[in-house]
């Protein structure tokens, strides 16, 4: 029986005694039987073929996909008796010790335990003798990414300039972490992740090579949970026969892998999206009465959450999805709702799963994002609540932003910041006045330049508006164009102002609110001139000539305390309180 084994060509030798794990029993014993990985098998083949195989090979890419496998491969095809062939015939001696991984001339070497400098010394001075009854002698090196670095330039010239007798094959699933030196010098394969119907495939002609059955809901549901790994899957698979007896079922695989079937999946996503908090909460109890864990629940959620992403923007015909064609209706169904608020339910689900690794409280978590995603349904992109903002400002108070018979509930009509406050009065607020219309229905003069500017700032808001005023009224220095005086203690709101895109949005709300193009420039104020106030808009002109002429920044300059930081620290002073030097209250210096 052991020898019929053997000889099988997808198999790899059993022991002659105790149980083999399917991973290592149907382990590709040819390039024919590598799965998912084409491209590899046929440059190997093709450099066997022309007598071009390299000195060093390194493979990378994931877990489980063959890499090992792989390397095993082309050392029996360069070693078999027949070789170097790229079809070896397993069944010599070389062949079956190579498989079994018992052939004393190729080295199966484990970087992350033999990882010093010591052991990569023993391997330059094992190169230089000859194989003893093979071709080559072999040195597959998995994991290599965990040398030292020091281990890696001991390796350097040898990897190089080896013997004609030695071939190096590196093994890694991160490749980054390998020096660029050792890549210059080996031939890189990639190897990418298993398409799921292969994997669904091959588990399928396992099963039946051991003698039992399974449904094909319970394969897919298992080749879905490797992700892309063969040996994953072949793993998976060796454990839930064991637990399911002669057939394997989808049940099952959920009942021993702790997810939910996708009959609640669909169920727990139709609530959340019909805004039912009550429903989610009622299934997810249900589920984890039965034995869900959370973290599976929630990574189900994102994958299901990423079908309504899919599907919304591009159907679901030729698409990878998380759920059995018969719930595809339900789901383009449910895809129609708004993508803005999918992509959020996304941030959502990432954000409570990143969470759940440090936390006692994952029920509360999970419990929490249902009812986050089930609160949804108003949820506006910021750029078009933005707009909403600026259209409700100067809207009448009934009208709504366009596309919505309901201005949003919270969005109340206020001045923006910057904007001039109305005057209030001992019975209340005053009536605000009235705007002119845009379009230039006012010329630009001296008397109507304040109120066109209040206009300019009240369309501007925000910031850039509040640092405006800083520099007071503009004055007028040509047909259209302004001119801005900062005093001094305001140079870095001029320089706020003045960078080229808020100097450019100044000029669009000149612009609309003049009727024409106006250039706008800013300046620094004369020597002695003082900043207007910015909370009444009111200048310097009411003030007694001493105040204007007094400058609070070369005051606060001869202050010993200040004079000290600047020429020790290099300081500079970037805002002068108005009550500053003024004397203390008395009663404030006193003790309580």
């Known amino acids: 029986m052991a020898k019929t084994k053997a000889t099988a060509p997808d198999k790899e030798p059993a022991p002659a005694a105790g149980y083999t794990v399917l991973a290592r029993r149907y382990r590709p014993q040819t390039f024919a039987d590598l799965v998912g990985q084409g491209p590899v098998a046929r440059a190997l083949t093709n450099a066997l073929k022309g007598n071009r195989v390299a000195h060093a090979y390194l493979f990378t890419g994931a877990r489980g996909v063959g890499k090992t496998s792989t390397a095993r491969i082309l050392a029996k095809a360069l070693n078999c008796v027949r070789g170097p062939t790229p079809e ?34 023993d391997i330059r001075s094992n190169v230089q003798y000859k194989p003893s009854r093979s071709r080559y002698k072999i040195y597959i090196i998995d994991e290599v990414h965990m040398l030292t670095k020091e281990a890696f330039n001991a390796l350097l010239k040898t990897l190089e300039e080896p013997p004609p007798h030695v071939k190096f094959i590196f093994a890694t699933t991160e490749v980054e972490k390998v020096p660029i030196t050792i890549l210059s010098r080996c031939q890189r394969f990639d190897f990418a992740g298993i398409a799921l119907p292969r994997i669904v495939e091959r588990l399928r002609d ?74 989610s909460l009622d299934l997810l109890d249900e589920a984890v009465v039965g034995g869900l864990q959370l973290g599976e629940l929630v990574d189900q959620l994102m994958a299901y959450w990423r079908d309504l992403m899919v599907v919304h923007c591009g159907g679901t015909e030729g698409r990878d999805l998380s759920v059995p064609s018969r719930h595809h209706e339900a789901l383009r169904r449910q895809a129609a709702t708004s993508l803005d608020s999918v992509l959020a339910g996304l941030d959502v689900l990432s954000t409570t799963k990143a969470r ?70 001992g019975n209340g607020p005053a009536p605000a006045p009235a705007i002119a219309p845009t379009g230039g229905a006012l010329p630009m003069t ?16 925000g910031m850039l508006a509040a640092e405006l005023q800083k520099g ?35 000029e669009e709300a000149l612009r609309r609110t003049l009727g024409k193009a106006c250039q706008l420039r800013l300046e620094k104020a004369p020597q002695g001139e003082v900043a207007p106030n910015a909370e009444s808009g009111e200048g310097s002109a009411g003030k007694e000539p001493a105040q204007a002429r007094r400058n609070p920044k070369e005051e606060a300059e001869k202050v010993s305390v200040v004079k000290r930081a600047i020429d020790v620290m290099g300081a500079t002073i970037q805002r002068v309180d108005d009550n500053f030097g003024a004397p203390p209250d008395a009663s404030s210096e006193q003790e309580p």
């Open 206 to 279: 396992i099963v039946g090579k051991e003698g039992l059955q399974a449904d094909d809901a319970a394969l897919e549901l298992v080749a879905r949970r490797a992700g892309g790994s063969m040996r994953d899957a072949q793993s998976l698979l060796d454990q839930l026969l064991a637990f399911g007896g002669d057939r394997l079922t989808a049940d099952q695989v959920h009942q021993l892998l702790g997810t939910a079937g996708d009959e609640r999946i669909v169920a727990l996503a139709e609530a959340i999206l019909n805004h039912d908090a009550k429903k």
């Open 356 to 425: 759940l690794r440090g936390t006692n409280h994952g029920r509360t978590l999970v419990e929490m994002a249902l009812v986050r995603l089930s609160r949804m349904q108003d949820l506006v992109a910021l750029p078009q609540l933005a707009q909403w903002v600026a259209q409700l400002r100067n809207a009448p108070a009934n009208s709504a932003p366009p596309g919505r018979s309901v201005p949003p509930e919270g969005i109340k009509k206020k001045p923006l910041i910057g904007a001039p406050e109305a005057p209030t009065t």
């Open 472 to 506: 007071g009224i503009p004055a007028i220095s040509g047909p259209n164009a302004l001119v801005l005086h900062f005093p001094l203690a305001y140079n870095r709101s001029k320089e706020f102002c003045e960078a080229p895109e808020r100097l450019a949005r100044v």
């Open 446 to 461: 001296p008397e109507t330049l304040p109120q066109l500017w209040g206009q300019t700032l009240a369309s501007l808001g």
């Open 88 to 121: 070896p015939c397993g069944v010599c001696e070389i062949c079956r010790g190579i498989a079994s991984g018992e052939d004393v001339d190729v080295l199966e070497i484990d970087g992350a335990s033999n990882r010093r400098i010591d052991e990569v010394r």
